[in-house]
């Protein structure tokens, strides 16, 4: 009996340390698919390093109609060229505003068709997301280099093989005031958390397209006057990545 109880400890002790090597390597896994700063495979930039105070402004989403044109009003009164990641369903349903952004003079970027998560796609259906927003943009006139930007930073292997294929970088962010909770609910907040947080070369991420971020479009002209105040200028990600070189 002692020895069959204690072969069933064995198989006991042997399943779980299992399950927790299993689990650890799915969590590993998990935080390597939304790493800002790392990838399997081709290039990813979180920020560029650089000795002059220049930095991206970036929005992920959209465009929509209500809160399209209110943003460009307020980056051509304080003169700031931003890159926006634009959705590829939102540009065909909303070609009037993705044409007011491309002449306003900003940078559009890719962040998927549908706003699919990454995280598992394949390289067909990775190309399949990249490549029909890519075509919507183009369709709405846009004739700028288009970088890519995956939903929420996710990818695993698909996409980033599917990129670096093409010589296309994923791009990411290395401020992101609206990831913490106690911040992402007050302007005063975000913007205290962007001017405080920024260094040359800083790619700042933001959402402004939908009614649930009124903070963040309410946070917009202090967070540009402090930084301009700090000395710094708005550049977009392709004026940002000319400017110097990706951390190593």
Request: charged fraction near 20%; proline fraction near 6%; include cysteine.
């Amino acid at each position: 009996m002692r020895t069959l109880f204690s072969k069933w400890r064995m198989i006991l002790v042997i399943t779980l340390a299992a399950i927790l090597t299993i689990c650890a390597a799915l969590y590993g896994v998990w935080q390597l698919s939304r790493s800002r700063d790392f990838q399997l495979f081709g290039k990813i930039i979180p920020r560029i390093e650089t000795t002059e105070k220049a930095i991206a402004l970036t929005f992920d989403d959209g465009p929509t109609p209500a809160y399209t044109q209110p943003v460009l009003d307020l980056l051509r009164e304080r003169q700031v060229t931003a890159t926006f990641f634009l959705m590829g369903v939102d540009v065909d349903a909303h070609p009037d505003e993705t044409r007011a952004i491309i002449a306003a003079g900003h940078e559009i970027g890719n962040h998927t068709y549908t706003h699919a998560d990454m995280t598992l796609a394949t390289e067909d259906s990775a190309a399949d997301e990249i490549t029909r927003a890519d075509n919507a943009f183009r369709q709405a006139g846009y004739t700028g280099d288009i970088h890519v930007r995956p939903p929420f930073s996710k990818k695993l292997i698909g996409l980033p093989l599917h990129l670096a294929k093409h010589d296309r970088a994923t791009i990411t962010w290395d401020i992101e005031p609206e990831s913490w909770p106690e911040i992402a609910s007050d302007p005063a907040k975000i913007a205290a958390h962007v001017i405080e947080k920024a260094r040359p070369g800083s790619i700042v991420n933001l959402h402004v397209m939908y009614a649930s971020r009124e903070a963040t479009r309410q946070a917009l002209p202090a967070m540009i006057d402090g930084l301009r105040a700090n000395g710094y200028r708005f550049v977009t990600v392709s004026e940002l990545i000319a400017l110097g070189t990706t951390p190593q």
